[in-house]
């Protein structure tokens, strides 16, 4: 059985931080990269809380801390 491939990620051109707009769950992340969801959900926090990423519902903005 063969994962699924999910939707792609679209990014949101502008100036400024980089915005991608998500169209994946945390357990299509973790199909992609070959990790558990708990993992890809620890990582973005952790991420998130190092002031790297803000993530608001479905737009993921890189901040490049």
Known sequence: LRPRRPPAARHVRGRGP???R???SKQDMARMIGASREMV???MRDLEVGGYIVCD???ITITGA
Do not use: E, G, P, Y
Request: charged letters at 40%; aromatic letters at 0%.
């Open 22 to 24: 998500q169209k994946m």
């Open 41 to 43: 959900s620890k990582v």
């Open 18 to 20: 980089r915005r991608v």
């Open 57 to 59: 519902n479905d737009l």
